[in-house]
Structures are given as structure tokens and as C-alpha cells.
T-cell receptor, first 115, second 115 residues
Framework: SAVISQKPSRDICQRGTSLTIQCQVDSQVTMMFWYRQQPGQSLTLIATANQGSEATYESGFVIDKFPISRPNLTFSTLTVSNMSPEDSSIYLC????????????FGPGTRLTVL | GNSVTQMEGPVTLSEEAFLTINCTYT??????LFWYVQYPGEGLQLLLK?????DKGSNKGFEATYRKETTSFHLEKGSVQVSDSAVYFCALSDRATSGTYKYIFGTGTRLKVLA
């Protein structure tokens, strides 16, 4: 298993600004994922962030808007850039550990409100 | 592409009532299927999973059977408790752009259990 923490837990930001969300894991993992959960909707994968390679973005998400860093095997950041109210969501990171098959472990999420 | 369709909520039940939350999926190949639960203010936790047809996942009195013939993975519990109040997500594993596995989530079903 894995225990994941995220910072901040929530934030209220002004449009046009950027916010960086941190994800810390208690063990070394290769695969990390960033998801978005818009109000009343399901979770959508933004990108896969594997250590040692560039993040891979899903359709509809681009690096300029959601730059990701993955400096080591226990840490990652997601930045939400030039925010608009449409970016108001919960952002979650998750990890996959080899011993757990297809199971992913999720952080508590960051609730972002953009005014 | 692959998708998950989940029962609309909210679902309100009295304590000790029987619970069913419907989940159907479309998929090519043989994905693994999951139910995750999100308690208020917390991250997603794996509730149960099934990796192949006819597998039954079970945990904490919850059960779901992987039915390939009906492409379903309905969640059931014989007697719900107030502490089961949460949002439940059905998900399947799929292959992400990066080639790693990602999840496709249903929209989530909010369950409220009244004492």
C-alpha cells in the first residue's frame, strides 16, 4: 500500500493566477497520476507522471496549462496555470505500486476554487 | 472507447436496509473492475475489486460480481449502517496514452444512511 498527502488541502484563488499542488508519498513509486474531479462529475485523468520521463498528458490537457514535475520517486507537483473559474475542481494524485496489481492509491485531494 | 455508467444518486436508505448501486461498463479486452469509496473530507479508498469474469470482490460486508455477460459490476450490501454514508465510485482499468494503466470512473453515487 501507500500513504499519500497533498498540499494545500484547499485554496481560493483569483483568476489569472497559478497554484502549485504538492503530492508526497510515503514510499518510492514509479507511477504517479493526477486527476481532476469537477463539481458533481467523475474523476478524469490529467496526466501520468513517471519518474525519469516527461509527463504524458491525456486528450484535452496540455503542459502549458498543467505543468507537472516529478523530481524523485516520492514527490510530484501539479501546477494549474492562468486559472479561470472553470478550473474550480478537486485535484487528486494517485500512485500505483507493483505489488498491488492494478490498484491505485489516492491522496485526499486539493479543493480549488477560482473566483 | 471504454466507459463506466453508474447509478445516479443520491440514494437515501434507512439503517439495516439492503443496498444496490448499479454499475455497467463497456470495454474492449478484459479490464479489472473496482469500487472505491470516498468518505466526507477524505480521499478515495479501494473498497473491493475483481480482475476477471465471475470473480466476486468483497469487503466490509459489500460485494460485487464481475458479470461479463451483462457487463455489470453492481455493488450490494445486505444491511447498511450510518457509517456507510459516502460517495461510491465504480471504475475500470484501461490503458493510458503513456501505455500505463489508468482508471475510467463512473460519476459516483452518494449514499446517505439514516439512523
Amino acid at each position: 500500500s501507500a500513504v499519500i498527502s497533498q498540499k494545500p488541502s484547499r485554496d481560493i484563488c483569483q483568476r489569472g493566477t497559478s497554484l502549485t499542488i504538492q503530492c508526497q508519498v510515503d514510499s518510492q513509486v514509479t507511477m504517479m497520476f493526477w486527476y481532476r474531479q469537477q463539481p458533481g462529475q467523475s474523476l478524469t485523468l490529467i496526466a501520468t507522471a513517471n519518474q525519469g520521463s516527461e509527463a504524458t498528458y491525456e486528450s484535452g490537457f496540455v503542459i502549458d496549462k498543467f505543468p507537472i514535475s516529478r523530481p524523485n520517486l516520492t514527490f510530484s507537483t501539479l501546477t494549474v496555470s492562468n486559472m479561470s473559474p472553470e478550473d474550480s475542481s478537486i485535484y487528486l494524485c494517485s500512485v500505483k505500486v507493483p505489488a498491488s496489481g492494478d490498484e491505485q492509491f489516492f491522496g485526499p485531494g486539493t479543493r480549488l476554487t477560482v473566483l | 472507447g471504454n466507459s463506466v455508467t453508474q447509478m445516479e444518486g443520491p440514494v437515501t436508505l434507512s439503517e439495516e436496509a439492503f443496498l444496490t448501486i448499479n454499475c455497467t461498463y463497456t470495454a474492449t479486452g478484459y479490464p479489472s473492475l473496482f469500487w472505491y469509496v470516498q468518505y466526507p473530507g477524505e480521499g478515495l479508498q479501494l473498497l473491493l475489486k475483481a480482475t476477471k469474469a465471475d470473480d466476486k470482490g468483497s469487503n466490509k460486508g459489500f460485494e460485487a460480481t464481475y458479470r461479463k455477460e451483462t457487463t455489470s459490476f453492481h455493488l450490494e450490501k445486505g444491511s447498511v449502517q450510518v457509517s456507510d454514508s459516502a460517495v461510491y465510485f465504480c471504475a475500470l482499468s484501461d490503458r493510458a496514452t503513456s501505455g500505463t494503466y489508468k482508471y475510467i470512473f463512473g460519476t459516483g453515487t452518494r449514499l446517505k444512511v439514516l439512523a
